[in-house]
């Protein structure tokens, strides 16, 4: 299909590009600028501008066989139908998608419900106020023979991006991790590709008049999230709660209600009709050892492949994490390569061979954790060989609550790991504290 999409610049707009580009799709991007932007993957780009509705008179034209809306709401409910009536008059008649980007804010609090559907009635947070009524005015598209479809994605995360960003620079910034207004707050949240990848299932076979919220998530805990992007940014402290009358200096009264909202909502709907698969890390996840946390590497081209090698590798250095800090020996060992292994420990101690690092693990383990356990990022890899990577680590000591033990030196592990049968494994780990 050749698909219409505003918003093609932005957070979600870049990913839904790949993702459609990647469906065998061509993408016509509107935007704003006249500047030709290569390198964006777009097969056409036309101008126009969604606060001036009759400036998108022509995009749609008889080769466009759907429409992505992505841009943002102007803020005039007025000039928002306009948009509407200017994007889908073209496709009255044709039975051609037009999809509507809203949010799961138009549902408000959830309260006491869990994993609300699309069936549940609106109740929006001032910020999103009249784009229910948006909502409506695309659906009833659907009785003129357009095949209106609204999504509205949870908290969009991953690449970096979008909201959870905003937490990892207000943790660097501030100190220390927040979250906004109660202590039990919850978001529903999405991978920027999974939900890249609805957009595409929406365009390719939701049917006219349908809803679907783009939610892999239902509801995070902003507490773990806070705790995360703390992490992300290299604080690890206690995240702090934030009264919302506080946070609206900072963000704006409307804003600041948004972060502070509570909401448990479901996605399976779409997993279930439109066979959408949300596969990607959780948002804790993605936080804490993901996107948000860029690592250096050498040796290797810049692309998707190397970023899943990357990403294989924290996750075995996320594993040596979760062993030590559960004082799972097992699973401590299965980071090793049965083969030779060899480790010098951070005081020092050289260790031989599986065996000798399997009984040393077994003898320090059990109860090492219960005062004192540490954090492990991964700061730059070096690919020797595609097969081959030497990994430098930063391990700094934590309370078993997250919080760093200031008065302890971190510790700066280097491992030599080793890709058989398609696992990265330890072949050699040496440990260094750090007395600088
Ligand atoms: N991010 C989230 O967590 C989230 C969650 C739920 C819903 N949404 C909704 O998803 C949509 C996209 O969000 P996003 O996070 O990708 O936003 P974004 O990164 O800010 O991107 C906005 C895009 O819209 C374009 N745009 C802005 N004003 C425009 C105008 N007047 N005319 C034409 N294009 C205009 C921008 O183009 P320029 O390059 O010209 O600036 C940019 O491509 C929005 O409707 C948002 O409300 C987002």
Do not use: M
């Given at each position: 299909m050749k698909v219409l999409l505003t918003g093609a610049t932005g957070y979600i707009g870049s990913a839904v590009t790949e993702h459609l580009a990647a469906a065998g799709h061509q993408v016509v991007a509107l935007t704003r600028s006249a500047e030709p932007q290569p390198g964006r993957g777009w097969h056409a780009q036309v101008?126009?501008?969604?606060?001036?509705?009759?400036?998108?008179?022509?995009?749609?034209?008889?080769?466009?066989?759907?429409?992505?809306?992505?841009?943002?709401?102007?803020?005039?409910?007025?000039?928002?139908?306009?948009?509407?009536?200017?994007?889908?008059?073209?496709?009255?008649?044709?039975?051609?998608?037009?999809?509507y980007t809203s949010g799961v804010w138009v549902l408000g609090a959830t309260g006491e419900a869990q994993e609300v559907g699309e069936d549940a009635p609106t109740d929006p947070i001032d910020i999103v106020g009249y784009r229910p009524r948006i909502e409506r005015r695309v659906l009833?598209?659907?009785?003129?023979?357009?095949?209106?479809?609204?999504?509205?994605?949870?908290?969009?995360?991953?690449?970096?991006?979008?909201?959870?960003?905003?937490?990892?620079?207000?943790?660097?910034?501030?100190?220390?991790?927040?979250?906004?207004?109660?202590?039990?707050?919850?978001?529903?949240?999405?991978?920027v590709d999974d939900l890249a990848e609805l957009f595409v299932a929406a365009v390719e076979r939701a049917e006219a008049g349908t809803v679907w919220h783009g939610v892999g998530e239902s509801a995070v805990p902003v507490r773990d999230l806070a705790r995360a992007a703390g992490r992300a940014a290299g604080v690890l402290a206690a995240p702090r709660a934030v009264p919302v009358e506080q946070a609206a200096e900072a963000f704006g009264a409307l804003f600041a209600d948004a972060l502070a909202l509570d909401q448990s909502v479901s996605g399976a709907a779409a997993v279930t009709a439109l066979g959408w698969r949300p596969v990607r890390p959780g948002a804790v996840a993605e936080l804490m050892s993901g996107s948000y946390r860029p690592v250096e590497v050498f040796?290797?081209?810049?692309?998707?492949?190397?970023?899943?090698?990357?990403?294989?590798?924290?996750?075995?250095?996320?594993?040596?994490?979760?062993?030590?800090?559960?004082?799972?020996?097992?699973?401590?060992?299965?980071?090793?390569?049965?083969?030779?292994?060899?480790?010098?420990?951070?005081?020092?101690?050289?260790?031989?061979?599986?065996?000798?690092?399997?009984?040393?693990?077994?003898?320090?383990?059990?109860?090492?954790?219960?005062?004192?356990?540490?954090?492990?990022?991964?700061?730059?890899?070096?690919?020797?060989?595609?097969?081959?990577?030497?990994?430098?680590?930063?391990?700094?000591?934590?309370?078993?609550?997250?919080?760093?033990?200031?008065?302890?030196?971190?510790?700066?592990?280097?491992?030599?790991?080793?890709?058989?049968?398609?696992?990265?494994?330890?072949?050699?780990?040496?440990?260094?504290i750090a007395v600088d």
């Open positions: 101008v126009g501008d969604t606060a001036d509705p009759a400036s998108l008179a022509g995009a749609v034209t008889p080769e466009i066989d759907a429409v992505i809306h992505l841009a943002p709401p102007s803020g005039d409910a007025d000039v928002d139908i306009a948009v509407i009536e200017a994007l889908t008059t073209p496709l009255r008649g044709t039975g051609r998608p037009f999809v009833a598209e659907t009785a003129e023979g357009v095949r209106a479809v609204v999504v509205r994605p949870g908290i969009v995360y991953g690449r970096g991006g979008g909201i959870p960003a905003i937490l990892v620079d207000r943790a660097r910034l501030q100190g220390a991790p927040e979250y906004y207004g109660e202590e039990g707050v919850r978001w529903p949240t999405v991978h040796g290797a081209p810049d692309g998707p492949e190397t970023d899943a090698e990357v990403a294989a590798i924290r996750r075995l250095v996320a594993e040596v994490e979760h062993a030590q800090q559960n004082e799972l020996a097992d699973r401590f060992l299965g980071v090793f390569r049965q083969e030779d292994p060899v480790w010098t420990t951070g005081h020092g101690r050289r260790l031989s061979g599986f065996e000798e690092i399997a009984t040393f693990t077994r003898k320090v383990l059990p109860g090492a954790a219960a005062e004192a356990t540490a954090v492990y990022d991964v700061e730059r890899v070096l690919f020797l060989r595609p097969d081959v990577a030497a990994v430098n680590v930063r391990q700094q000591p934590v309370r078993p609550d997250g919080t760093r033990i200031t008065d302890r030196p971190e510790g700066r592990p280097f491992y030599v790991l080793v890709k058989e049968d398609g696992a990265w494994r330890i072949g050699a780990a040496q440990n260094t």
